[in-house]
């Protein structure tokens, strides 16, 4: 297939169209073919987009009363240590966190089933244990450095009690019996403008913590899963490096190589959560991360990679997103005194190619991925994806057009990995680790589009292929919000760093949040 870089003019929207890639002069007639009409039907694509995008408001949209109640506004290691201090019972956090979701669940649609009365008997019992703690607040702290903070869960992850469902229809009653290791409907409404979309699939988790109605919460990314709706919604996520934190106890279970590049990691409005809740939830495997040592960002290198080079499948990176990109290059360099250095990785135009190729590979025993239609299905009456798309037409089919897409694309994928495909990660992983070695920090885009408008993925199903790399690559990850855009939408970026050096990405985190002002509240911003 060919390949094209698209090469940005200034600050403008102006795109060139140029051939680079110089196996392309060995491409049969039939392959260049092929590759037009991939770049005719992006086009196509691009255009439906566009005159959707354009297309105004029905009206229907209201926002969200801003933020009145102080608890609410602190982050959860400061909640934990109110709470050890006794300057506010957990009963009042946790009723004041449930005030606030009956308040916008209305509106945003993000909570699958709340447990509110259990959660105020478990918060009850939380106050008399430090009442009668005798060690003092710093044993407290050492033991359960998070104590009384309330934290929303993905509905993909087990909890006894509570739906088990991860979206699918075929599991709209399914009651989990027990709790995951670390223990939705995600037609979520952004709480920033409620005709655009969360993202997904933790777009219900992300979207309530946006909107204030949780301060820490747990999430899942196999190809962008934390990190689009953190991105969407202006939060924090963090995708560890691989086999730090358990990922047993989800739906869909882990089959292929899948568990190699699933990631389940936290979520958080506040970049001082994040390592405390990631040491958390990777128990004894925290210490390969060595987080208690101490990052002086001075003495690490940073890239900046603008975009994908410009893959026929993928939208061009939105101008501002590119432009906030470049912000805070410049911040780097002329706060810490640093040199940005601006990369190109050529392959990079090739991630969702990689990503789809590396999903499907079997195990070390021979054995495929289970295919998504099969979990469309759940052991009941088998799924025609082809059907399900002309009921979705009709408005007939219970499942998304999302999922049948999904199911759609399964049919068409080849049983045997592209050579050249494989190739190209192979060099794409060896040139990163490279640059980055143990000390390097890259920037890259954490999608090619602002939150888009509900619906409108659907013209561009392959975007995710700006996350979905990483999860291949086994880098972490951390997507760090950067304020919000002309149209009051949340910006943000990917912040990566070598396998194992989580605490780099974090230690930027922290950086860029007091530097751009990480989360604003939905309700307060214009």
């Not at 169209?17 to 590759?35: G, I, K, S, W, Y």
């Not at 592209?418 to 890259?442: A, S």
């Not at 605490?503 to 950086?511: D, E, G, I, P, S």
Request: charge should be negative; charged fraction near 20%.
């Amino acid at each position: 297939m060919p390949s094209a870089c698209w090469e940005r003019a200034g600050d403008t929207n102006t795109l060139v169209f140029c051939q680079v890639h110089p196996v392309d002069m060995a491409l049969t007639r039939f392959e260049r073919f092929q590759a037009w009409i991939l770049r005719t039907f992006k086009k196509v694509l691009l255009v439906l987009y566009q005159l959707l995008a354009s297309r105004p408001s029905d009206g229907s949209s209201k926002k969200l009363a801003p933020i009145t109640n102080p608890l609410l506004m602190v982050s959860g290691i400061q909640l934990a240590q109110k709470i050890r201090l006794r300057e506010v019972t957990c009963v009042e956090v946790v009723q004041a966190y449930i005030d606030r979701i009956e308040e916008v669940n209305p509106l945003i649609n993000a909570i699958v089933k709340d447990r509110f009365s259990a959660a105020l008997q478990e918060a009850a019992q939380v106050d008399r244990l430090i009442d009668e703690e005798e060690g003092g607040e710093d044993v407290l702290k050492d033991r359960l450095p998070l104590l009384g903070v309330p934290f929303t869960v993905k509905a993909a992850f087990a909890l006894q009690g509570m739906p088990y469902s991860a979206g699918l229809v075929s599991r709209k009653g399914v009651i989990s019996g027990v709790d995951a290791p670390l223990g939705s409907a995600e037609e979520g409404r952004n709480p920033y403008d409620m005709d655009r979309i969360v993202g997904g699939s933790t777009g219900g988790e992300a979207c309530i913590l946006a909107s204030g109605g949780s301060v820490i919460g747990v999430g899942s990314d196999i190809g962008g899963s934390i990190r689009m709706p953190a991105f969407f919604n202006g939060i924090f996520g963090h995708k560890a490096s691989p086999g730090i934190v358990s990922n047993d106890g989800q739906f869909p279970p882990c089959s292929g190589l899948e568990d190699d590049y699933l990631s389940t990691g936290p979520m958080c409005r506040y970049a001082e959560d994040l390592l405390p809740m990631l040491q958390i939830m990777a128990g004894p495997n925290a210490q390969r991360l060595s987080l208690s040592s101490e990052v002086d960002l001075r003495k690490l290198r940073f890239f900046s990679v603008p975009h994908d080079g410009g893959s026929v499948l993928v939208s061009p990176v939105d101008r501002e997103l590119l432009q906030i990109q470049r912000r805070v290059v410049e911040h780097l360099e002329a706060d810490l005194g640093v040199k940005v250095q601006e990369l190109r990785f050529p392959q990079l135009k090739y991630s969702f190619q990689i990503w789809s190729t590396f999903m499907n590979l079997p195990d070390k025993d021979g054995k495929p991925p289970t295919p998504f239609v099969d979990y469309m299905a759940d052991h009941g009456k088998k799924v025609w994806p082809l059907w399900e798309m002309v009921k979705s037409f009709l408005g007939l089919s219970s499942h998304t057009v999302a999922a049948i897409g999904l199911a759609l694309m399964e049919m068409v994928e080849s049983s045997e990995p592209d050579p050249f495909i494989l190739k190209q990660k192979e060099e794409l992983q060896k040139e990163l680790e490279e640059v980055l070695g143990t000390d390097g920090v890259l920037l890259y885009p954490s999608h090619p589009l602002i939150a888009p408008k509900h619906h409108h993925p659907i013209f561009t199903p392959f975007n995710f292929a700006y996350t979905g790399i990483f999860n291949i690559l086994g880098l972490p990850v951390t997507q760090c919000p950067l304020g919000l855009s002309q149209g009051g939408l949340p910006l943000g970026v990917q912040v990566v760093s070598g396998k194992y050096l989580d605490r780099q990405t974090l230690a930027t985190a922290l950086y860029l949040e007091k530097a751009f002002g990480g989360w604003r509240d939905p309700g307060s911003s214009s």
